[in-house]
T-cell receptor
Framework: GAVVSQHPSRVICKSGTSVKIECRSL??????MFWYRQFPKQSLMLMAT?????????EQGVEKDKFLINHASLTLSTLTVTSAHPEDSSFYIC?????????????FGPGTRLTVL | GDSVTQMEGPVTLSEEAFLTINCTYT??????LFWYVQYPGEGLQLLLK?????DKGSNKGFEATYRKETTSFHLEKGSVQVSDSAVYFC?????????????FGTGTQLKVEL
């Protein structure tokens, strides 16, 4: 199946710093990618839809100035957590559908564990 | 809006027992339905899917049938193994987000013991 990678797999940073997380589709092009946040023992919460060539679409309650998304190419989307605080500590996961068609299978990255001290 | 409800866990079973994890949904139109599995320390993997009513998705001994009349997509396996221990997520894609925006249930943790 298709492969989606994320980098880094885990990161520890100090409060107030910014952290960039990369999501890459390795063997297919993705005009759309999705960013999720998963709290311990809970489900995935969709944060935003990353669109190649246009602005990201954020879900209600997600601060777009805090969680900056850039879909730089057809294989790369980045999520930057700006001025991170301990409450931003979480597991961040990206996904991408292979063709963009409705109901298309999405492939998930392995996730990035962010810990803000 | 779209929503997915699945049974709370954890579900603890003995090896070779029969598994059912219930999932019901609310959505406009005809969503596609999915089961994803997350093994400890790993990312989500697609387990199976069904894109229209009465379709049966199957993989690795797991099955789920798209029941429009009961808006359900229950996951079943006839004989579970210890290696099936994981968190299972029911999900759907509806009309929003170009048909690719996934709405997840809360996940059900399965523990299989010898």
């Amino acid at each position: 199946g298709a492969v989606v990678s994320q980098h880094p797999s885990r990161v520890i940073c100090k409060s107030g710093t910014s952290v960039k997380i990369e999501c890459r589709s390795l063997d297919f092009q993705a005009t759309t990618m999705f960013w999720y946040r998963q709290f311990p023992k809970q489900s995935l919460m969709l944060m935003a839809t990353s669109n190649e060539g246009s602005k990201a679409t954020y879900e209600q309650g997600v601060e777009k100035d805090k969680f900056l998304i850039n879909h730089a190419s057809l294989t790369l989307s980045t999520l930057t957590v700006t001025s991170a605080h301990p409450e931003d500590s979480s597991f961040y996961i990206c996904s991408a559908p292979t063709s963009g068609g409705a109901g298309d299978t999405q492939y998930f990255g392995p996730g990035t564990r962010l810990t803000v001290l | 809006g779209d929503s997915v409800t699945q049974m709370e866990g954890p579900v603890t079973l003995s090896e070779e027992a029969f598994l059912t994890i219930n999932c019901t949904y609310t959505a406009t139109g005809y969503p596609s339905l999915f089961w994803y599995v997350q093994y400890p320390g790993e990312g989500l993997q697609l387990l199976l899917k069904a894109t229209k009513a009465d379709d049966k998705g199957s993989n690795k001994g797991f099955e789920a049938t798209y029941r429009k009349e009961t808006t359900s997509f229950h996951l079943e396996k006839g004989s579970v193994q210890v290696s099936d221990s994981a968190v299972y997520f029911c999900a759907l894609t509806g009309l929003t987000g170009g048909g690719n925006k996934l709405t997840f249930g809360t996940g059900t943790q399965l523990k299989v013991e010898l």
